[in-house]
């Protein structure tokens, strides 16, 4: 039996770190069983140089990531999406469109490294951490027993990964 591959959207206000960190480290460690995009509601129109830096450090691929707006995600030719995550706070409180197909959706706010002030090794550190935290709730994620929850079950794990650290 063919397992089903689940489109995940992370989204944050600018698209240009944490969820673009998030769409490089679900497209890795789904494995196949995912496929993951980022957007921002409104997106600065280029990934954050630090999280390219950390990401092909650590082996990741980045060819395809862009800081794109969430709504090419509400189009009818766009991706059927299963989940849509938030990872800023910012992006959790607007309004978001209405995406196509009634996808779950959760909430996992993660510090902003773009906002650390400092040295650049400084800042280096907020991505890394950062980085860290999405990988602990990616990997939960994953491992999920998705063909065993029913759709509120799965939805509400979903929503617990974004409390933890």
């Not at 197909?101 to 993660?110: D, E, L, R, V, Y």
């Amino acid at each position: 039996m063919v397992e089903p591959v689940f489109n995940v959207l992370f989204l944050c206000t600018g698209n240009s770190a944490r969820s673009i960190l998030a769409e490089s480290l679900l497209n890795n460690l789904g494995k196949g069983r995912f496929r993951a995009f980022s957007a921002g509601s409104h997106p600065g129109g280029r990934v954050n140089p630090f999280a390219l830096e950390l990401l092909e450090k650590n082996h990741f691929p980045t060819g395809e990531l862009r800081s794109k707006p969430w709504d090419e995600f509400a189009q009818p030719d766009a991706p059927q999406l299963d989940f849509v995550i938030t990872v800023c706070d910012k992006a959790a409180g607007e309004v978001c469109p209405v995406w196509p197909g009634q996808p779950m959706t959760a909430h996992w706010g993660i510090p902003d490294p773009v906002a650390v002030e400092g040295s650049d090794d400084v800042k280096r550190h907020a991505f890394v951490d950062a980085m860290n935290q999405m990988q602990r709730r990616i990997c939960m994620f994953v491992s999920l027993p998705f063909d065993k929850l029913d759709r509120m079950k799965l939805q509400q794990a979903v929503r617990e990964i974004g409390k933890t650290p």
